[in-house]
């Protein structure tokens, strides 16, 4: 099983970034997912979510109206697209995939946002 996060980077204020997670080993398309985040000194907390069936997608009040997670089951892909990037939203990005008892997760992404 394999969760791999990559479209980190450093970007100013009000930029935008994609970041991508790469999924392998375990049947996809089955799998709620999520994007977390983590800020130095901080607990990890949920930034969007997008079920297996569905099209219901949840974001954190924070990023509401700016970011947007989606899902290629095909391609066995999560993407969450970012946009208008404050300095708060520098954290280091983690991909979550769950379903029932069972949960992955990736290594993380860093994404610095400062001018």
């Known amino acids: 099983v394999q969760l791999v996060e990559s479209g980190g980077g450093l970007v100013q204020p009000g930029g935008s970034l994609r970041l991508s997670c790469s999924a392998s080993?375990?049947?996809?398309?089955?799998?709620?997912l999520k994007w977390y985040r983590q800020a130095p000194g901080k607990e990890r907390r949920l930034v969007a979510g997008?079920?297996?069936?569905?099209?219901?997608?949840t974001y954190s009040d924070v990023v509401k109206g700016r970011f947007t997670i989606s899902r290629d089951n095909a391609k066995n892909m999560l993407y969450l697209q970012m946009n208008d990037l404050k300095p708060e939203d520098t954290a280091v990005y983690y991909c979550?995939?769950?379903?029932?008892?069972?949960?992955?997760w990736g290594q993380g992404t860093q994404v610095t946002v400062t001018s």
């Open positions: 979550n995939a769950i379903y029932g008892s069972l949960g992955y």
């Open positions: 080993g375990f049947h996809f398309s089955r799998f709620d």
């Open positions: 997008i079920p297996s069936v569905g099209v219901r997608r």
